[in-house]
């Protein structure tokens, strides 16, 4: 019998790992606010850098500290051209969420001049560096699948007017950013920002409690990131939706394969850990869905498809019993797909968005006195003790 062990919490659906002052969730209520502020109103009214720097610095900045901000990040977004390099050395069809945990990770070996944990001016500088080439290298990896030639950052343009040209510019002809698009993929990483200790987040604060630079904390969020549990949803969710409209079968159907249980089908974009009534994201997505796709002339059947399938769903006692709503990847992939983006790219543009997050959240940690080593117990259940055999 193990001693000192009280609790075995899989999945740690009931230990709290940290006291945390940024983001508040309430589940049942549907409440996500960040910093004290309703996600609903941050999002009709902020710009992602300003949001960056609330949960950041814990204030709103002022209009000298916010542009200043914005400067020091313009002023940090080309890369060094050995690591702009980099992206040749690996297979064209590598996927992109594969792609930005490595290049995020070579960050630390091109910029070994902001690792100290402790320095605060260090942590400032890796976090404008963060902040200012995720989106580059986010950008160049997409540039990378389709094989179209990488842009240098253009930096009289916004944070996400800058990313749209890397993504969708070409060498060839100037790029015209559509200020419809651009202010939903504001809104749309805006309401990723943060979301308190889900996996990537406290994958984060577990690397970063042993004192690993920002940059590999950062990298290995990305990776947790990536799992279709939690942000490789908006990507499987596309994938099911185009399933269900190329196989021809009736959303009834698929349904039924959910409830069934059958291996390896699950209704992507539905279901929280949090949330048992609604994700209040999912709400301001769906209104994005609609106002987006008629801003662009955009009709998408799988928009159609995946507004039948909430329905239907939410009408099923499955549904009901276990307290399942579509979550805020359910229609971000129509949205991000009518915007031009492939599929492969969606859990990418999750990333950028929860960047400003995991940042809030490594420097909140290391800042805390109270910050231990991250060292979960185990139950263990195996031989009690055996003697090696003799004569192997
Ligand atoms: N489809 C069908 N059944 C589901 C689903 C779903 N999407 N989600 C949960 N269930 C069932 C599950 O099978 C279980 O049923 P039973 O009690 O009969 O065994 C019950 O609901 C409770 O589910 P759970 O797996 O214990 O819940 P969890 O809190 O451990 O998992 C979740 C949460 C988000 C991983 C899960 O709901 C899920 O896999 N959803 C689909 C993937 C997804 O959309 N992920 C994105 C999450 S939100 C954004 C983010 O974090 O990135």
Redesign the pocket.
């Known amino acids: 019998r193990q001693t000192g062990l009280t609790s075995l919490d899989y999945?740690f659906?009931n230990t709290a790992a940290t006291r945390s002052a940024i983001t508040y969730i309430d589940g049942d209520a549907g409440i996500l606010r960040y910093r004290g502020y309703p996600i609903e109103q941050v999002a009709e009214n902020s710009t992602f850098l300003e949001v960056a720097w609330l949960l950041i610095h814990g204030e709103l900045p002022t209009p000298a500290e916010l542009a200043d901000f914005d400067d020091r990040i313009r002023r940090h977004t080309l890369l060094h051209e050995d690591l702009r390099s980099f992206f040749s050395a690996l297979p064209h069809d590598a996927h992109p969420m594969s792609v930005l945990s490595s290049a995020v990770s070579a960050l630390s070996t091109f910029y070994q001049d902001s690792l100290s944990v402790s320095d605060p001016e260090q942590v400032e500088l890796s976090t404008v560096r963060l902040l200012a080439k995720l989106p580059v290298i986010a950008a160049y990896a997409h540039k990378k699948s389709i094989g179209q030639a990488f842009l240098y950052p253009d930096n009289s343009l916004s944070f996400v007017d800058n990313f749209l040209r890397l993504n969708f510019g070409t060498l060839a002809e100037p790029y015209e950013v559509n200020p419809v698009l651009s202010r939903a993929l504001e809104r749309l990483l805006i309401l990723h920002e943060d979301?308190e200790q889900?996996?990537?987040t406290s994958t984060v604060r577990l690397v970063g409690s042993t004192q690993a630079n920002l940059f590999a904390s950062v990298s290995a969020g990305i990776n947790a990131?990536y799992g279709?549990?939690?942000?490789?949803?908006?990507e499987?969710?596309l994938q099911m939706l185009a399933n269900i409209r190329d196989s021809g079968e009736s959303v009834q159907k698929f349904v039924e394969r959910?409830?069934n249980?059958e291996s390896g089908?699950?209704?992507?974009?539905?279901?929280?850990?949090?949330?048992k009534n609604f994700?209040p994201r999912a709400k301001l997505v769906k209104q994005s869905a609609d106002e987006v796709l008629a801003a662009l002339g955009v009709h998408d059947p799988l928009l159609d498809i995946a507004k039948e399938l909430e329905e239907v769903?939410l009408a099923d006692q499955?549904?009901v019993?276990?307290?399942?709503y579509p979550?805020?990847?359910?229609y971000t992939g129509v949205i991000y797909k009518a915007m031009g983006f492939p599929t492969r790219m969606f859990t990418v543009l999750?990333a950028i968005g929860r960047l400003p997050g995991w940042i809030a959240h490594w420097r909140e940690m290391t800042q805390d006195p109270s910050t231990k080593i991250g060292r979960p117990q185990q139950l263990y259940v195996g031989d009690v003790e055996r003697n090696w055999p003799t004569g192997r």
């Open positions: 999945g659906v979301h889900n996996a990537s990131l279709p549990l939690h942000g490789g949803a908006n499987a969710v959910v409830k249980k089908v699950k209704l992507m974009g539905f279901g929280h850990r949090v949330y994700d769903a499955y549904f019993d276990r307290r399942l979550n805020v990847d359910f999750f």
